[in-house]
C-alpha cells in the first residue's frame, strides 16, 4: 500500500498569503494519479486537482499542483477566506487508492 | 448536472445490519466506477472499494474486504454499501463518489453529500 505523508499538519496563514502544502508518497506515484481535493467543516470533500496539475472545471487559478515521483505540492498564490480548510491528497494509481491524513489551512 | 445523492442518516445498535445507497444522476451510471470513502468524526479519509455498475467488478481495499459488502442495482441507477453486523467504531461519515475519467484509474468527482452512521448500544 502506498502511503501519502502530508505536511504540515495544520498551517496557519492570513488571506493574502501564499501556501505550500506537501503530499509524500512511500512509493513512486505516476503524476498522472495524484489528486487534490478540498474539504470545508459538515461539506463533502471537492476536487480541486487531478493529473498533479490540472485543475479541475471551475476551480480558480490561485490554485496549482505540482510534483512527481514521490514528492507532489499544492500551492494556493493568494489565500481568499474561503481557502480555509483542511486539503487531501490521493494517489489512484495503485490499488489500494489512499489518501494522505490532510492538511489544515486556517486563519492566522 | 451529475450528481450523486446519498440516503439519510442512520442509527444503529451493533450487531444490526444496513444497507446505505448512493443514487446517480446527469451520466451514463453503468459507464464510471463509484467508489465508497469512510471519514470518522474529525479525522481523515479512507478509500474503501469501488464498483464498476454496468458489470458489478467490485474492488475493495484490504482494509475493508471482508467487513463491507458493495454493490449496484444498475436498472434503478443506485450503488449501495452493507454491514451484516455493525460495531461501534463503523461510527463514520460515509460519501460515496463518482470516479471522474471512466478507466480504472480515476480520481473522484463529484461526491454525494455524506451519510452519517452512528452505532451505539
Known amino acids: 500500500e502506498i502511503v501519502l505523508t502530508q505536511s504540515p499538519g495544520t498551517l496557519s496563514l492570513s488571506p493574502g498569503e501564499r501556501a505550500t502544502l506537501s503530499c509524500r508518497a512511500s512509493?513512486?506515484?505516476?503524476?498522472?494519479?495524484l489528486a487534490w481535493y478540498q474539504q470545508k467543516p459538515g461539506q463533502a470533500p471537492r476536487l480541486l486537482i487531478y493529473g498533479a496539475s490540472i485543475r479541475a472545471t471551475g476551480i480558480p487559478d490561485r490554485f496549482s499542483g505540482s510534483g512527481s515521483g514521490t514528492d507532489f505540492t499544492l500551492t494556493i498564490s493568494r489565500l481568499e477566506p474561503e481557502d480555509f480548510a483542511v486539503y487531501y491528497c490521493?494517489?489512484?494509481?495503485?490499488?489500494?487508492?489512499?489518501f494522505g491524513q490532510g492538511t489544515k489551512v486556517e486563519i492566522k | 448536472e451529475v450528481q450523486l445523492v446519498q440516503s439519510g442518516a442512520e442509527v444503529k445498535k451493533p450487531g444490526e445490519s444496513l444497507k446505505i445507497s448512493c443514487k446517480g444522476s446527469g451520466y451514463s451510471f453503468t459507464s464510471y466506477w463509484i467508489g465508497w470513502v469512510r471519514q470518522v468524526p474529525g479525522k481523515g479519509l479512507e478509500w474503501m472499494g469501488i464498483i464498476y455498475p454496468g458489470d458489478s467488478d467490485t474492488r475493495y481495499s484490504p482494509s475493508f474486504q471482508g467487513q463491507v459488502t458493495i454493490s449496484a442495482d444498475k436498472s434503478i441507477s443506485t450503488a449501495y454499501l452493507q454491514w451484516s453486523s455493525l460495531k461501534a467504531s463503523d461510527t463514520a461519515m460515509y460519501y460515496c463518489?463518482?470516479?471522474?475519467?471512466?478507466?480504472?484509474?480515476?480520481?473522484?468527482?463529484?461526491w454525494g453529500q455524506g451519510t452519517l452512521v452512528t452505532v451505539s448500544s
Open positions: 490521493q494517489q489512484y494509481g495503485r490499488s489500494p487508492r489512499t
Open positions: 512509493q513512486s506515484v505516476s503524476s498522472t494519479y
Open positions: 463518489a463518482k470516479q471522474g475519467y471512466s478507466g480504472y484509474d480515476s480520481w473522484f468527482d463529484p
